[in-house]
Nanobody
Framework: QVQVVESGGGLVQPGGSLRLSCVAS????????MGWYRQGSGKERDLVAS????????DYADFVKGRFTISRGNAQNTIYLQMTSLESEDTAVYYC???????????????WGQGTPVTVLS
C-alpha cells in the first residue's frame, strides 16, 4: 500500500523560511518522480515544484521561482521543499505527489499525502 507522508509545515512570519519533507513508501521503485502542490482556502490545487526520479530535472511554478527549492534526499523516495522569502500568498496546505508507474495501464498513478499546512502571518 502506497503511503505518502508530509511534514514541516507551521506558522512563519513574512520573509521567513520553512522546509517541508515528504516520504513515499509501499512500492518497489527506488526513486520515482515526485512533486509539491498547494491549495489555498477556496482555491484549486496548484503545482508548486516537481523533481525527476534521479533529481536531475526540476520545474517550478512562476510564483515560487527564486524562492523555493525542491530537492531529493539520500533516503529512498524522500523529497524536500525549502521555502524562503515567504509571503502571505504562500499560505496554503502543501501536498506531496508521488508518481508510481502502473505497468498494467502504462501510465503514472498519483498518490497524495494528507498535506501539511503553512501559514504566513500577515
Amino acid at each position: 500500500q502506497v503511503q505518502v507522508v508530509e511534514s514541516g509545515g507551521g506558522l512563519v512570519q513574512p520573509g521567513g523560511s520553512l522546509r517541508l519533507s515528504c516520504v513515499a513508501s509501499g512500492f518497489t521503485s527506488r526513486n520515482i518522480p515526485m512533486g509539491w502542490y498547494r491549495q489555498g482556502s477556496g482555491k484549486e490545487r496548484d503545482l508548486v515544484a516537481s523533481i525527476s526520479s534521479n533529481g536531475d530535472t526540476t520545474d517550478y511554478a512562476d510564483f515560487v521561482k527564486g524562492r523555493f527549492t525542491i530537492s531529493r534526499g539520500n533516503a529512498q523516495n524522500t523529497i524536500y521543499l525549502q521555502m524562503t522569502s515567504l509571503e502571505s500568498e504562500d499560505t496554503a496546505v502543501y501536498y506531496c505527489d508521488a508518481q508510481v508507474f502502473n505497468a498494467r495501464l502504462f501510465k503514472y498513478d498519483h498518490y497524495w499525502g494528507q498535506g501539511t499546512p503553512v501559514t504566513v502571518l500577515s
